[in-house]
């Protein structure tokens, strides 16, 4: 199978997450261990994972918050009066 046609045909569809994985895939030479239904469950997942990322960094975004806080760095033991 040709590496590139194929490449391109993702990027055309709107799979840049997908290409991505199947282009590192490829690279990588343990996957060749991997079944069809692996492969396609790898790059499937990697698209969704990148398409969920691309909405989260879009409404981070439009909140425009002022302050990067996450919920890891919350102080729970200061006295909150509540």
């Known amino acids: 199978m040709l590496m590139h046609p194929t490449l391109d045909q993702l990027h ?11 282009a ?3 690279a990588n030479p ?3 261990s991997l079944s069809h239904a692996e492969w396609l469950g790898l790059l499937l997942d990697r ?7 691309r909405r989260l960094r879009a409404r981070l975004r439009y909140a425009r918050l002022r302050h990067q806080a996450a ?8 006295a909150r009066g509540l």
Do not use: I, K, P, W
């Not at 055309?12 to 199947?22: C, D, K, P, S, V």
């Not at 698209?47 to 990322?53: I, P, S, V």
């Open 71 to 78: 919920v890891e760095n919350v102080d729970y033991r200061a």
């Open 12 to 22: 055309q569809l709107g799979l840049a997450g997908m290409a991505r994985a199947f």
């Open 30 to 32: 343990t996957s060749a």
């Open 47 to 53: 698209e969704a994972t990148e398409r969920y990322e």
């Open 24 to 26: 590192e895939l490829e």
